[in-house]
T-cell receptor, first 114, second 111 residues
């Protein structure tokens, strides 16, 4: 049971390049989400999904695209990288059922845009 | 105004002290109230959560939720140097999938 797997762990991009951050979970969770973490800002929600084929925007969606074709995978695409997208990105997988909930995070992707 | 506000700290305490971490929120629809711990260069890990209001205790950690005041707290008793980390509060409605985080409080416990 691997939990939430994010790849790559580190990435350097040039301004204007595009890339995809991968996220996979093996817990059959219905919910998946992407966050970015910047110093002093906590984790800010970029996009989230409540099930395969369903996605929605979070607090900071501009410049990012997502899709959820399977329950297991939730890739995040940077369309044209900008220095403002330099950050640490976390993917999360979660469920909630009545009073019970759980959210597991990946180990993060450190992205630098130069 | 952010939906969830957290005292940013940083907070430095001596070993053995009682630590109090707090968050306020504005969305009355939040039902899940969580506390995460994050060590440097690692992903957040869930410490504990409370559904709706009330208290929850787990070892040295106690979480409290006061929905009338829209205020949550995490208390750490007999703090240890290994508790040194960033603590993040997070909240979610019954719709699920959308965690809203506070800014995080950096805690340092000195031996």
């Amino acid at each position: 049971n691997a939990g939430v797997t994010q790849t790559p762990k580190f990435q350097v991009l040039k301004t204007g390049q595009s890339m995809t951050l991968q996220c996979a979970q093996d817990m059959n969770h219905e919910y998946m989400s992407w966050y970015r973490q910047d110093p002093g800002m906590g984790l800010r929600l970029i996009h989230y999904s409540v099930g395969a084929g369903i996605t929605d925007q979070g607090e900071v969606p501009n410049g990012y695209n997502v899709s959820r074709s399977t329950t297991e995978d939730f890739p995040l695409r940077l369309l044209s990288a900008a220095p403002s997208q330099t950050s640490v990105y976390f993917c999360a997988s979660s469920y909630s059922l009545g009073e019970n909930t759980e959210a597991f995070f990946g180990q993060g992707t450190r992205l630098t845009v130069v | 105004q952010k939906e969830v506000e957290q005292d940013p700290g940083p907070l430095s305490v001596p070993e053995g002290a009682i630590v109090s971490l707090n968050c306020t929120y504005s969305n009355s629809a939040f039902q899940y109230f969580m506390w995460y711990r994050q060590y440097s260069r690692k992903g957040p890990e869930l410490l504990m959560y409370t559904y709706s209001s009330g208290n929850k205790e787990d070892g040295r950690f106690t979480a409290q939720v006061d929905k009338s005041s829209k205020y949550i707290s995490l208390f750490i008793r007999d703090s240890q140097p290994s508790d040194s980390a960033t603590y993040l509060c997070a909240m979610m409605t019954n719709q699920g999938g959308k965690l809203i985080f506070g800014q995080g409080t950096e805690l340092s416990v000195k031996p």
